[in-house]
């Protein structure tokens, strides 16, 4: 006699007899597992006419009967096993978007670009709230590195769940990508943001166009306060560094 834990699948797929689903009813009331399961596996009635299709099922249950038909235990076990791991996927998928959402609700108005232009433009982006953002920034730090001659400025803002930061590129040519890399003290590294270099580049002196002459200014952020870090880093794809500026 299978224990009331191996029953959740039959129970959901409503399979079982009266006397069977009282005495599940009973058990579920006071078992939080059985709970958890009973609610991933809600809706499945519908599926039951899969089992027809499975490897081992004997003859195909007519469609008014596909409630009352009984399949073997390996059957139903096979089936809840493969709802419940679709479902896994669908949460984690769900998952992985939720922590996207909250990353840019923590960049705030640091994640928000304009395209400057249209589809015959350049398809150069400005971000004119986080340079608004880095220039009300008291707290600033600069390095140019000697042999990339890249030159970073990092504003930094204390929040309460870390640190707000807006990079100023400058002298960056490209085509790159690159992140921003927060060091800290205790030597952990966090990428607080990413981007591509276009060929025409960031903040070059010399540029032939106003566009390019144009620092970059992008948002991060990190869990980190000031006083944790240590030092930024602009590095390439391929773990170039390009410029280190210390907090």
Known sequence: MPSEHETVGAYALGILDDAE???FEAHLAGCEWCAQQLDELA?????????????????TPAIGDSLSARPSPRLV????????????????????????????????PLAAVAVNGGSGG???????????????????????????????????????WGTQAVLELKNAKGPLKCSLVLVAKNGQRVTMSSWSVPDWGYGIPNAKTEEAKKPLYIGGAAAFKPNEIDHFEVVTFEGKKLVQVQA
């Open 21 to 23: 689903a009282t005495a």
């Open 43 to 59: 809706g499945m009635e519908p599926m039951l006419a899969a089992l027809a299709d499975l490897p081992g099922s004997g003859s």
């Open 77 to 108: 076990e096979k089936l809840v096993d493969e709802v419940a791991d679709k479902r896994a996927q669908k949460r984690r998928r769900g998952f992985y978007m939720i922590a996207a959402a909250a990353a840019l609700i923590i960049a705030g």
């Open 122 to 160: 350049t398809g150069r982006t400005t971000a004119s709230s986080a340079q608004t953002t880095f220039e009300a920034m008291p707290d600033k730090k600069s390095a140019t590195d000697p042999t990339s001659q890249v030159s970073a400025t990092v504003g930094m803002q204390q929040k309460d």
